[in-house]
């Protein structure tokens, strides 16, 4: 069954709440997926998974729960990739659907990044997540469900 997985530790609110409204609008199961106690509204399409505290922990649950054709919101770029191997689709929360072409740009540029870091240039942080964020977001996660209920 063909389901929505979240990397859910980073996940800022607001896009968590787009997925409750759809999951439930949807009848579209999703999993939090985190190494912390989420609260999740009361839904039977809405479920929470609590990993053991560690590096790529949680990560490493979705990629191992998650299956093709399944979609995983993470904005971890190495976790989108594994997962796109595996043949599930990818949405980070300001609406970026990654793709087999577009994961290998932005591992490339995220490597790039770590080197620079890694000698000691400040990089800066991502931008505030805003409102047209959210609305790519909630129009990417639209289409994926539609794709979905087609096939």
Known sequence: MIQIWVDADACPKVIKDVLFRAADRTAMPITLVANQPLKTPPSK???SLQVAAGFDVADNAIVHRCEKGDLVITADIPLAA????KGAFALNPRGERYTPDTI???LNMRDFIDTLRSSGIQTGGPNVLNQRNRQQFANELDKWLQQVKRS
Request: proline letters at 0%; glycine letters at 0%; a positive charge.
């Open 45 to 47: 399409f809405i479920r």
């Open 82 to 85: 594994q997962v796109i191997e």
């Open 104 to 106: 290998r740009e932005r």
